[in-house]
């Protein structure tokens, strides 16, 4: 199996992606759903079960969205030799990077991160004043974070079905897919 991450600072449009490939007939995988993360106190490493909302202020320093290794090992055994996408970010993906054959970074300008924000509809994060503060930290930062890493970088500005095509193509462009055994 090829197992793609494609990650980005918050909206730059993952989980728009993820359906987009979904309808294309790929299986592609929300990391927002279905087990993959969950909020966890950075010092105790305990599960925050019902995060409050809107966050009081600081709470984004104390609190982390974490990837579950266990979940992710679980899709590698789940999607057999297809190509899976997993969509979405979490502050430790350094502990899964490993089962991932590609990492692709989806990257938007400053501007279009703010309009996609104040008017997503999907999920509220970003509309509240700390978590836009955050994201508008990290936007600059993401795609020399990724490049160093050797991610496939993609403009995800442009319209959702160039995103997903840019991101099947650097499937495509891959040399050597890893397989499962």
Request: aromatic residues 8%; proline residues 6%; charged residues 25%.
């Given at each position: ?11 730059t449009g993952?989980?728009t992606v ?29 599960v925050v ?133």
């Amino acid at each position: 199996m090829t197992l793609v991450w494609v990650t980005g600072n918050s909206g730059t449009g993952k989980s728009t992606v993820c359906e987009v490939l979904r309808a294309r007939g790929c299986t592609a995988l929300d990391a927002d759903e279905d087990g993959f993360c969950r909020w966890i106190d950075r010092y105790t490493g305990e599960v925050v079960v019902d995060p409050p909302y809107p966050v009081p202020r600081g709470w984004l320093d104390r609190y982390g969205w974490s990837i579950v290794r266990a979940r992710v090992e679980r899709l590698v055994d789940e999607c057999g030799p297809r190509v899976a996408f997993l969509c979405g970010s979490a502050e430790n993906e350094t502990d899964v990077r490993d089962l991932f054959d590609l990492i692709v970074c989806l990257v938007i300008d400053e501007d279009t991160l703010r309009h996609r924000l104040a008017t997503r509809t999907t999920n509220p994060f970003g509309q509240h004043p700390e978590e836009l503060a955050a994201a508008l930290m990290w936007n600059p930062r993401m795609q020399a974070l990724y490049e160093s890493h050797g991610a496939a970088i993609i403009d995800a500005s442009k319209p959702v079905p160039e995103v997903a095509d840019s991101i099947i193509d650097a499937v495509h462009g891959m040399a050597g897919p890893r397989t499962s055994s």
